[in-house]
């Protein structure tokens, strides 16, 4: 079937970077977008960015310039690094498979990388 | 980008319909028709529910319903059951190839 797997929890310092995995399995990696989505302690989702299935990128203007994201197409393992981290960033990491066909919209999840950036 | 508007909370008994909004602007919501909607219960992941602002994808059931009007969507939770109270996000496709989500919703059933 299906998935997502995302790698294990992180605790980082403030100003550190962190990078988190998501193994794909169970279908044609280069043939969907990987968004990542994340989830602040009680909050919201918000939309970081994403990786084409073309190796392309796009991220949220509130990322621009500490986010990056990159894929392994031998491994099927799509990657998110975030850099300068504050107490802010401290959140649940999802990656998430675009549905495709222009819909506009995720329909597998990763189970979740908590992230804590705390000194 | 700012976040879509979502009430925090709605509510309703068993067996009745709920339904959520999801307040943009032309550049997202009211801009295009790639409006999608998440369940997520406690602990867990988000669920698509529906997408395409009134598609649902297969195992979903129909009791859920998606519209739009303007810069407005709405989920619509018809037959209200249990297992439906959780936390709802919708999302829109936004100018600059870019995504947003709204703050969520969290549905109570009575």
């Known amino acids: 079937q299906v998935q997502l797997v995302q790698s294990g929890a992180e605790v980082q310092k403030p100003g550190a970077s962190v990078k988190v995995s998501c193994k794909a399995s169970g279908y044609t990696f280069t043939s969907h977008h990987i968004h990542w989505v994340r989830q602040a302690p009680g909050q919201g989702l918000e939309w970081m960015g994403f990786?084409?299935?073309?190796?392309?990128?796009s991220y949220a203007q509130t990322f621009q310039g500490r986010l990056t994201v990159t894929r392994d197409t031998s491994t099927s393992t799509v990657y998110l690094e975030l850099s300068s981290l504050t107490s802010e960033d401290t959140a649940d990491y999802y990656c998430?498979?675009?549905?495709?066909?222009?819909?506009?919209?995720?329909?597998?999840w990763g189970q979740g990388t908590t992230v804590t950036v705390s000194s | 980008q700012s976040a879509l508007t979502q009430p925090p909370s709605a509510s309703g008994s068993p067996g009745q319909s709920v339904t959520i909004s999801c307040t943009g602007t032309s550049s997202d919501v009211g801009g295009y028709n790639y409006v999608s909607w998440y369940q997520q219960h406690p602990g867990k992941a988000p669920k698509l529910v529906i997408y395409e602002v009134t598609k649902r994808p297969s195992g979903v059931p129909d009791r859920f319903s998606g519209s739009k009007s303007g810069n407005t969507a709405s989920l619509t939770v018809s037959g209200l059951q249990a297992e439906d109270e959780a936390d709802y996000f919708c999302?829109?496709?936004?100018?600059?190839?870019?995504?947003?989500f709204g703050g969520g919703t969290k549905l109570t059933v009575l």
């Open positions: 998430a498979r675009d549905r495709g066909g222009g819909s506009y919209s995720v329909d597998v």
């Open positions: 990786i084409f299935s073309s190796g392309g990128t």
């Open positions: 999302s829109s496709f936004a100018v600059r190839n870019s995504w947003v």
